[in-house]
């Protein structure tokens, strides 16, 4: 079984930044992809980032130029640096491993709220 912890969310001004961080442990394959995904409320959960264990990284175009995913495959951690926050950025973020089997796992989601 996996277990993925996300911290770093809360409240912040348009135009900050945040860092959120998600430690994984468990039955870690040293292959697979780590993620971030967010849902607004009333609204479906959409990718944000995504990088697999090589380093290739994907991004919803609507972060794109402003949030950097990155990962630490020895401390098996994902981050997700997000710089030029909007006030539509506010949602809970989720922590997503998906193995080379497609199995995915969740993290428990820390909200992040933009506004001043």
């Known amino acids: 079984q996996v277990q993925l912890v996300e911290s770093g969310g809360g409240l912040v001004q348009p135009g900050g930044s945040l860092r959120l961080s998600c430690a994984a442990s468990?039955?870690?394959?040293?292959?697979?992809?780590m993620g971030w995904y967010r849902q607004a409320p009333g609204k479906q959960r959409e990718l944000v980032a995504a990088?697999?264990?090589?380093?290739?990284?994907n991004y919803a175009d609507s972060v794109k130029g402003r949030f950097t995913i990155s990962r630490d495959n020895a401390k098996k951690t994902v981050s997700l640096q997000m710089n030029s926050l909007k006030p539509e950025d506010t949602a809970v973020y989720y922590c997503?491993?998906?193995?080379?089997?497609?199995?995915?796992?969740w993290g428990q989601g820390t909200q992040v709220t933009v506004s001043s």
């Open positions: 997503r491993l998906t193995t080379p089997r497609g199995n995915g796992y």
């Open positions: 468990g039955s870690i394959f040293s292959i697979n992809v």
């Open positions: 990088i697999s264990s090589g380093g290739s990284t």
